[in-house]
């Protein structure tokens, strides 16, 4: 089977670009510096590629990812970066069989994991995002709680997602001091494990014992402004479906509903996005350039990567002649 | 079982604004002069609901809400309510068993409809959004074209989409303006359909014979800013799972991937959303007022009702006591 053979919407990944991806923050990351983060794809079948490349550790946002997760036997070391109260959903990743530890910020956070039978804990701390972590002070005397009610703290996370597409030139420094709020709270809670960082610090982040990073593996428009070196191995194949006969617009098949939005509208090289409705995408064609015809195809890049890939089922991994090597399920979407 | 069940993120359709909702445009456009639009709402349940309250034809912006509805029994009168040109979907439809007409505004949509053996189609015309639609001077050649090609031409029809959410003081003349676009180009098509509109001009559009319509069943926070009477039947229900010891900023557990973001950031109501990342919503309270603690549960409007629901797997239909009186599946996502 060939691209020209699905149908459209679609999400392609190209088995090149994302071996390049892979390869690259492997060598930069080996083995468990690197805890994948399973949101950004929402797939086992791309989780395994990573396990080939020898991360056997992977972190997700919510528990059905990591359930998910464990169901397919990825489960060696698995870590929920992000806080949990609902007792039925801790419960079932105490039961799953993997080894499973799930980040507390608050004495909520951590009661609800204790009383769930949850084994292990990171203490989430704040390193600059208004968004969850407990403050850099308060982390020993969560951890302490934590072990006072059983649970054993194998160190601390903190998300810099604040500085993941910061302008290089205050990068360095402005990750430097984030992580030094991380480690100020490690020092404090101990453990084996300073977990944080994302694609966009891939490089930057020296100060944490794992990265968690997803996004790399497939890349979007948001990222690569940023000026990381990983490739767009992502593009979403739509069928050209009205073309205006003055010659003014186009309309493609993939719209809203197939795209991730809260990072703007994609990009269609060599067009001009106007703006994607429901199930549709309208473009101009550059000075002088031609409209394609419809049933032409063409391939769109999303604009950010994760929440476009919640919205698919699969996606097809195509080779360097547009045959279709491989189809990936989407299997972890959902909560 | 009762809302405070659920596990959260999860989509709660409010028993009764949803019937005050279907009675109010069932009053306003009884039986066919409604074609329900299902990709506001991608489930089979709701429609039933819809054809409880006297509707039996509907419209779909894509194969696979078509192709679902045929197999619920719910296939009256289907109308593709878009272009298509995919062989393997075009064929699908015409076999599924069900009525289904589809749109066409060029002579590639008229060839792959025939080609594919589809029997009915409507001309899509343009009436001013620069989307798909022929030119009204052209459609009376592109029906003759599609008569020729053996297909039986049962109207046209003609989305004001641009028009939606206009100030009422000039929805109406631009509304009439739009249509009377749409009934020149009727009057060289023929036929007994004229199909258009939508929730936005569901009191405004006097000109068609059946309105498209479907966000109005649910609502969202964007068409309610446009001052329609509809109540909000649908909202998100998340739980608070962090907040800063300084109160500055909660953290609830439904973010991006739980929500449509073309059209903004969702409503809480009584608090202040600063922004949402893909599993979380970042909030603030009104000046004086507290913010919830870990574990409380908030309701969130969505600003886009259409690409909110298309993320979920189920809608949970309450009743005044918050109890759970039905649970619809979300069985028409995906293309």
Redesign the interface.
Known sequence: MRVDDL???ALLVDADAFSANVARMAAQRPGGMLRPHV?AFKSTALAAELVAAGHDTFCG??ARELLGMAAAGLGDDLLLA?????P??LQALAACGARVSVAV??A??VA?AAAAGIREVLVDV?VGM??????PG?AGRLAELARRAGLEVRGVMGYE?HLMTAPAAEKAAAVEAAMARLLEAHDSVGGDIVSGGGTGTYATNQWVTELQAGSYTLMDTHYAAAGLPFRHALSLLC?V?????RG??A?C?AG???L???HGDPTLTGFEV?F?????T?FAAHDGARLP???DRLRMLPAHV??TV????SMHVIGPDDDIIDTWAVDLR??
Chains 1, 2 share one sequence.
């Open positions: 149908s459209t919407p949101k946002a919510t992000n806080e949990l109260v609902d039925r959903r910020d608050s909520a956070t609800a704040a208004p968004r969850c972590g407990c403050p308060a997602g069928t479906i009205s073309v205006d006969p003014r617009w309309v098949d809203l509903k197939a991730g939005m809260d106007l994607c409705s429901d199930e549709h309208t015809k419809v049933g994760d929440p919640a919205y698919h089922e959902g909560w």
